[in-house]
């Protein structure tokens, strides 16, 4: 189970921490990501990071801005969005799943379980 939060309402240019809780079975093989959503618009990849590693990825858009971390005592992982923009308004969603190889981290097909999502909306 993933439990996403944080989101809210801020000036471009100010900055969000989301967190996602991830509760049951959680491995070194594990991957977690952020993805996100506009109305009308498909999921987009954002952030991955792999449990057991310090592999980190990231979409072209947010990279430099944003910074995915986990705390491994809390089972939890940060989205550290910094340097936010109009256009980072979305509805972000945190995922997981086993094994995803480092070349498929970007895509909605690589993760078995979904969050609920979490609104970010930035104001210019």
Avoid at 12 to 21: H, I, V, Y
Avoid at 81 to 96: G, H, I, Q, R
Wanted: aromatic content about 10%; proline content about 2%.
């Amino acid at each position: 189970q993933l439990q996403a939060s944080g989101g809210g309402l801020v000036q471009a240019g100010g900055s969000l921490r989301l967190s996602c809780a991830a509760s049951g079975y959680i491995s070194s093989h594990t991957s977690v990501a952020w993805f996100r959503q506009v109305p009308g618009k498909e999921r987009d990849f954002v952030a991955a990071i792999k449990w057991g590693s310090r592999n980190t990825d990231y979409a072209d858009s947010v990279k430099g801005r944003f910074t995915i971390s986990r705390d491994n005592a809390k089972t939890t992982v940060y989205l550290q969005m910094n340097s936010l923009k109009p256009e980072d308004t979305a509805v972000y969603f945190c995922v997981a799943g086993p094994s995803v190889i480092r070349s498929s981290v970007a895509s909605r097909t690589a993760y078995a379980y979904w969050g609920q999502g979490t609104q970010v909306t930035v104001s210019s």
